[in-house]
């Protein structure tokens, strides 16, 4: 049983063709030594800065053309950035499928969700796969407050909660805005700040006030996006495209005071102090243990497992990998019973491992996750896919699952055995009932659509 809990709670699922290891912690913890922040299905895609000049230039292009060739040139602009998006979700899949890490892998997408974007924004489509190979992957097995860093100053995330149009009311740039046009007077954007401090790092619950979210947004304002941001065309010396930049002429003079401590530094360094001040905070520590806990072992996690996770944060100063070994060891994460019920995700990604595929171009993963519910990269909101099985266990969430599995069966080969094959993909889980079920079905390809959405095959 403990080797089905590490390769389906901890893991995206068995292939038929995996080895199963004698040692299910070893396993997992074994991982962080093989991992590739960048695997051979990412290398090929381009990064933030190629992206930016492309769609700066393309930008430009519809705003300089006029009738139908301006029509022609923002469809072009459109197409582009949802092939973007087509080929980052299927290099996301494919890694997925063949990773000989799927435990770090399956953490990769907890933090992506933890930082969600959405590619729901117009501006967000191009960079959200490059948001998760860029600020995301490099940084699942560092420090929190370097991942943390990475995300707050990647152009996905900068655009998406519109931190590149925020201003400092009294910066120099709005007085002299002001000075020419009192009703057009540029403003503050808080939305970075309160996402992060209520999302990404204290959590809801935190006891800060809506003087604290304006008073760091006040600190953010000046960080931007070369390129992108207001006043963002790319100047010498200005960055590549793409690339973070402090803006001093949108900054907000003065000391901020946020939860009682005072920040007197000056420029870029006052933002950088308070998001230091918040990785550091005992209820961020509380907040990633929860998340952690959640995803991993139960909707309505175990306390004692939460204390220790956030124990293990805050004594290692946000060390993640202390944060995975004391998951893995904690007893909690070992219990029998398959509390979680898989995310569209987690399920169509351990159905294909399951039959052994491993190309996602056979079926467009990012219009599957359409269908299924959870389309890639678009939460629809900060806050990112909920993790609990009320947002994905209604019946037409389960019979899309159906069709799916059969459509999944169809493609498969003749040569795959449902009988011999489950026992495969649930060692010591696969109950009696759903076994006789298998051997019962009328064909092979019935017998793996059952297998894929049998009660042991849809929870972990």
């Known amino acids: 049983m403990t080797i089905a809990i590490a390769l389906n709670r901890f893991g995206l699922g068995a292939r038929p063709d995996?080895?199963?290891?004698?040692?299910?912690?070893?396993?997992?913890?074994?991982?962080?030594?093989?991992?590739?922040?960048?695997?051979?299905?990412?290398?090929?895609?381009?990064?933030?800065?190629?992206?930016?000049?492309?769609?700066?230039?393309?930008?430009?292009?519809?705003?300089?053309?006029?009738?139908d060739a301006k029509r022609r040139a923002r469809m072009d602009l459109r197409k582009d950035g949802?092939?973007?998006?087509?080929?980052?979700?299927?290099?996301?899949?494919?890694?997925?499928?063949?990773?000989?890490?799927?435990?770090?892998?399956?953490?990769?997408?907890?933090?992506?969700?933890?930082?969600?974007?959405?590619?729901?924004?117009?501006?967000?489509?191009?960079?959200?796969?490059?948001?998760?190979?860029?600020?995301?992957r490099p940084h699942v097995l560092?420090?929190?407050?370097?991942?943390?860093?990475?995300?707050?100053?990647?152009?996905?995330?900068?655009?998406?909660?519109?931190?590149?149009?925020?201003?400092?009311?009294?910066?120099?740039?709005?007085?002299?805005a002001?000075?020419?046009?009192?009703?057009?007077?540029?403003?503050?954007?808080?939305?970075?700040?309160?996402?992060?401090?209520?999302?990404?790092?204290?959590?809801?619950?935190?006891?800060?006030?809506?003087a604290d979210v304006t008073e760091f947004a006040r600190a953010l304002t000046g960080w931007s996006t070369a390129g992108l941001g207001r006043g963002g065309k790319v100047r010498a010396g200005a960055g590549d495209p793409g690339s973070f930049v402090f803006r001093p002429m949108l900054h907000e003079p003065g000391t901020r005071t946020i939860m009682g401590?005072?920040?007197?530094?000056?420029?870029?360094?006052?933002?950088?102090?308070?998001?230091?001040?918040?990785?550091?905070?005992?209820?961020?520590?509380?907040?990633?243990?929860?998340?952690?806990?959640?995803?991993?072992?139960?909707?309505?996690?175990?306390?004692?497992?939460?204390?220790?996770?956030?124990?293990?944060?805050?004594?290692?100063?946000?060390?993640?990998?202390?944060?995975?070994?004391?998951?893995?060891?904690?007893?909690?994460?070992?219990?029998?019973?398959?509390?979680?019920?898989?995310?569209?995700?987690?399920?169509?990604?351990s159905s294909m491992r399951g039959l052994g595929m491993s190309d996602a171009n056979e079926i467009q993963v990012a219009g599957v996750m359409l269908q299924l519910g959870q389309p890639v990269w678009r939460p629809g909101s900060p806050a990112g896919f909920d993790d609990v099985a009320a947002s994905w266990a209604a019946?037409?969430?389960?019979?899309?699952?159906v069709e799916m599995a059969q459509r999944l069966a169809a493609r498969a080969t003749g040569a795959i055995d449902p009988r011999e094959l489950a026992p495969k993909l649930l060692p010591g889980n696969l109950a009696p009932a759903t076994a006789q079920a298998i051997a019962r079905a009328e064909s092979l390809p019935t017998g793996l659509a059952l297998l894929l959405v049998s009660p042991e095959f849809l929870r972990r």
């Open 82 to 136: 949802r092939d973007l998006l087509r080929v980052a979700a299927n290099a996301r899949a494919v890694s997925a499928l063949t990773t000989p890490t799927p435990f770090v892998e399956r953490l990769v997408h907890f933090w992506s969700n933890h930082f969600a974007i959405s590619a729901d924004k117009q501006t967000v489509i191009p960079f959200a796969g490059a948001f998760e190979a860029e600020a995301i």
């Open 142 to 176: 560092g420090r929190f407050e370097d991942m943390l860093l990475a995300v707050e100053r990647h152009p996905a995330m900068q655009l998406f909660l519109d931190q590149a149009q925020s201003v400092g009311p009294g910066s120099a740039f709005a007085r002299r």
């Open 261 to 349: 401590r005072s920040y007197a530094q000056q420029g870029e360094g006052q933002a950088l102090a308070i998001l230091g001040a918040l990785a550091a905070a005992p209820s961020t520590a509380d907040h990633i243990a929860t998340k952690l806990a959640r995803h991993f072992v139960a909707d309505e996690p175990p306390p004692a497992l939460v204390a220790r996770l956030s124990a293990a944060f805050r004594e290692s100063s946000g060390d993640l990998p202390a944060v995975y070994r004391a998951l893995v060891v904690a007893p909690e994460s070992w219990a029998p019973a398959s509390a979680k019920f898989k995310t569209p995700w987690e399920w169509l990604i």
């Open 395 to 401: 019946p037409d969430a389960l019979l899309r699952r």
């Open 178 to 210: 002001t000075r020419r046009d009192p009703k057009k007077a540029p403003g503050l954007n808080e939305n970075l700040a309160r996402e992060i401090m209520e999302l990404h790092t204290l959590g809801a619950r935190a006891g800060y006030t809506q």
């Open 18 to 67: 995996e080895t199963l290891s004698r040692d299910p912690k070893g396993f997992l913890l074994d991982q962080f030594g093989r991992y590739e922040a960048r695997p051979p299905a990412w290398a090929s895609l381009p990064g933030s800065h190629a992206i930016a000049a492309d769609y700066i230039a393309e930008r430009q292009e519809v705003r300089s053309t006029q009738g």
